[in-house]
């Protein structure tokens, strides 16, 4: 029997302690799940700085002066007495074209105004002479319309056949071609003995073109959101493909006014304005169509109050603190759905946090321009406060208004250090 008793003794001791045990996780998790979560964040004091806000944008490279030569007659080619690349003056020869056609057109032209001019003499003789037996009575009203008549018709042959040897002469002179420009002929598509094609109304085979290459420009294509911001006489800085460690500066000297649109009425629909950007280096070797990245200074501001771009994030203007619940009472049930729609109206609000005795506090901004790394703030924050600049999961999710932060900025020569918030 005594056995028995101290058997059942030690089981309870055993049950005893084990609900102890139970008893005390449990409280634990309890305790553990009520407490405030803390949030490690990375802070950059608050102060004024020089901000250039820019645009970035890419193109080619292209003269500023270049003419593309087309003839407007056809024909064989039969002088082309330069060469890509080759140096030419103003009314230098480019080009010249068989002439034989141009010049038999021009030869049958000069016969038929001889003739229309032996015609209309002796037309002009016979009204003459029609207006003399007119007078005289010895000829009709009649005979006389028909003699002038006669004459208005062989003075209007004659006009055109004037006008057709003008034309001709002109479409002989058109087979020789000049530069119309002093310059550098910078593409050339034909070889000697090709056939071009021209008309006076169309446009005929591009043949080459001559440019200058002392001036050279930069075209981007610049989206419709960033157009804006461009003004005339920005200063640009170049960065070209082909010159590396090299960047040249610029100034926006046109703006284009028509839009440019790329896969229109498809999802990858994209609006875009030519930017001309005249290039000043004058010491490099520049050709057409290399590649470049231009970056526009658009506006600057010096001693404005800035931080760090990531900083700013938007809330919405009725979010309920982190935790804070409530259930809609009896009758209220519009008012919360009126809540909700003018939550939906109001457009998020631009904060930054800014951390106070180990305490993240949000704060209301206004932005103005902004740089690579930096925004500036118009209102809602003072020089010297540390606002949070990390992480980006932080800013942008985690934080709210009163939550606890842990601050560990990072330090030159130790690696990762903890801060007391001021």
């Known amino acids: 029997m005594a056995t028995n008793g101290k058997r059942s003794k030690k089981k309870v001791i055993i049950f005893s302690i084990a609900g102890v045990v139970l008893i005390a996780l449990t409280l634990l998790v309890i305790l553990g799940s009520k407490r405030e979560p803390v949030f490690t964040v990375q802070t950059e004091k608050v102060e004024r700085r020089t901000i250039t806000q820019t645009v970035t944008a890419t193109g080619k490279i292209y003269p500023e002066i270049q003419v593309n030569i087309t003839p407007e007659v056809s024909g064989e080619i039969t002088s082309l007495p330069v060469k890509e690349g080759m140096r030419v003056r103003k009314s230098d020869l480019l080009m010249k074209i068989k002439p034989d056609t141009y010049a038999a057109q021009r030869d049958r032209a000069a016969a038929e105004l001889a003739s229309a001019k032996a015609s209309l003499q002796k037309s002009e003789s016979e009204y003459k002479r029609a207006k003399e037996l007119f007078a005289k009575g010895l000829i009709s009203s009649a005979d006389l319309e028909q003699a002038n008549t006669n004459y208005e018709v062989l003075n209007g042959q004659y006009a ?3 006008a057709a040897l003008k034309q001709s002469n002109e479409n002989l002179l058109k087979t020789t071609i000049y530069s119309p420009m002093e310059g550098t002929v910078s593409q050339l598509l034909v070889e000697l003995g090709e056939r071009v094609l021209g008309t006076s109304q169309f446009q005929g085979t591009n043949v080459m073109t001559v440019a200058d290459l002392s001036r050279m420009e930069a075209r981007v294509d610049v989206g419709e959101n960033d157009i804006v911001l461009i003004s005339l006489g920005d200063t640009a800085r170049i960065d070209v493909d082909a010159l590396k460690g090299r960047k040249l ?49 658009t506006e600057t501001k010096n001693n404005v109050l800035a931080v760090p771009i990531q900083s700013v994030t938007t809330r919405s203007p009725n979010k309920m603190k982190m935790g804070e619940k409530k259930e809609p009472e009896e009758g209220e049930d519009m008012a919360a ?18 951390v106070e005795n180990n305490v993240a506090k949000m704060l209301e901004v206004k932005r103005g321009i902004s740089d690579d790394a930096y925004t500036e703030i118009t209102s809602g924050l003072d020089a010297g406060k540390e606002v949070v600049s990390g992480s980006y999961k932080a800013i942008n999710r985690e934080l709210d208004n009163d939550v606890k932060v842990k601050v560990e900025n990072m330090s030159a020569k130790n690696g990762p250090l903890s801060t007391a918030s001021k």
């Open 160 to 162: 055109q056949s004037e």
């Open 337 to 354: 759905n009126d809540s909700k729609i003018k939550q939906k109206i109001e457009k998020p609000k631009e904060v930054v946090f800014i």
């Open 249 to 297: 500066t610029g100034i926006v000297y046109e703006i284009g006014n028509a839009a440019k649109t790329k896969g229109l009425g498809t999802q990858e629909e994209v609006t875009n304005f030519v930017v001309k950007i005249r290039i000043l280096d004058k010491d490099v070797s520049l050709r057409p169509g290399m590649s470049m990245t231009a970056t526009v200074e």
